[in-house]
């Protein structure tokens, strides 16, 4: 639910970042924050489990500049990704205006990716927003374990599984070396952004 | 969905929040929207909070407080006060979509601020509702 404020000239936009546990969403929220810290003002806030698993989500203000005089303030969460924490996902969704899918690159994790998706899909149903319609790119993370011998799904089988109807925008990434991850969150406001520029005045 | 709010409600909403909530004495005053976005920020000009994770926190906290409210059989759980040793901070519903953040310090009389936010809120509906969504 994207706000603008003509007084202000500001547009703020809610950008989540959602995907199977494990699969690197606060990682990327880390690296971007990492890249980003001298030249805001805000930490980036974590609601986290003893553990160091996301409880509920983490939140970091991003901002991109302007878009047609107006600055754009953007918001990215992530989601909690274990199956349990459900009903705080979906929480979290709420106002949504565009998404970034962080899928789990290791072989092991193909099917986490895919339940994760689905529930996506049916949680933002719960608001009313058809997946088809909302902006959304996919990150494929983890790409560099295949350098330590890891096995890792090939980019088509990912996009099979999971792109296949939707044909987003997707990246190859590695969210703990940066690799891609400024590009896919770039990759994710500008789509947004296309889609709510014609409201703009 | 989106939604504009013009400069002529934003106006009202700021000078509705003043007259009704800032002069009597709080330190902020925050609209925020469910989804957590910062609609009007106001303050006493002596504090300088993250407001933007304030108001991502306070969305969720009010988000998780009101599906606790439907597991226990509760439509919801419209106003959430949380006292602190010497500021503290309530919350209310404005609609489905809209929260009211007011910090405010232990010199400030929580009932007569509750009854003052009670009738600021009437204002703010009224500017609210003319909003244009998309």
């Known amino acids: 639910m994207a706000f603008i404020n003509t007084k202000t000239k500001e547009v703020q936009v809610k950008l989540v970042f959602v995907g199977p546990g494990r699969g690197g969403k606060t990682t990327n929220l880390e690296y971007i924050f990492s890249r980003i810290r001298h030249r805001i003002e805000s930490d980036m ?18 901002e991109l500049g302007a878009i047609k005089g107006y600055n754009v303030k953007t918001q990215l969460y992530t989601v909690p990704g274990q199956v349990k924490y459900n009903a705080t996902r979906k929480l979290v969704l709420k106002g ?7 899928a789990d690159s290791m072989v092991d994790r193909r099917e986490n990716n895919i339940t994760a998706l689905n529930n996506l899909s049916e949680n933002l149903h719960f608001y009313d927003i058809d997946i088809a319609e909302l902006p959304l790119v996919f990150q ?27 044909k987003a925008p997707s990246f190859t990434a590695s969210a703990l070396k940066g690799d891609n991850v400024i590009p896919t969150v770039k990759k994710a406001i500008s789509t947004t952004m296309v889609a709510i520029r014609e409201k703009l005045l | 969905m989106s939604y504009i709010l013009d400069q002529e409600q934003l106006d009202g909403l700021e000078e509705a929040l003043t007259t009704d909530l800032m002069t009597l004495g709080i330190q902020s005053v925050i609209l925020i929207d469910m989804a957590g976005n ?41 106003l959430l006060f949380h006292k602190g040793k010497s500021e503290n901070i309530n919350f209310t519903k404005i609609m489905d979509d809209f929260l009211l953040v007011s910090i405010f310090g232990n010199d400030v009389s929580l009932g007569y601020l509750r009854l003052k936010i009670d009738e600021v809120i009437k204002k703010v509906k009224v500017l609210i509702e003319q909003t244009r969504s998309t």
């Open chain 2, 38 to 78: 910062v609609i009007v920020n106001l303050d006493d000009g002596k504090v300088r909070h993250d407001v933007y994770s304030l108001a991502a926190l306070a969305a969720g906290n009010f988000g998780a407080v009101s599906a606790m409210a439907s597991i226990i059989g509760e439509e919801e759980f419209s």
């Open chain 1, 96 to 102: 949504v205006d565009g998404i970034v899918f962080v």
């Open chain 1, 140 to 166: 494929y993370n983890k790409r560099d374990l295949a350098t330590e011998g890891i096995p890792i799904l090939d980019v088509e089988t990912m996009e099979k599984d999971l792109n296949a109807t939707l």
């Open chain 1, 45 to 62: 806030v974590s609601i986290k489990t003893q553990g160091d698993r996301t409880l509920f989500f983490d939140f970091l203000p991003f």
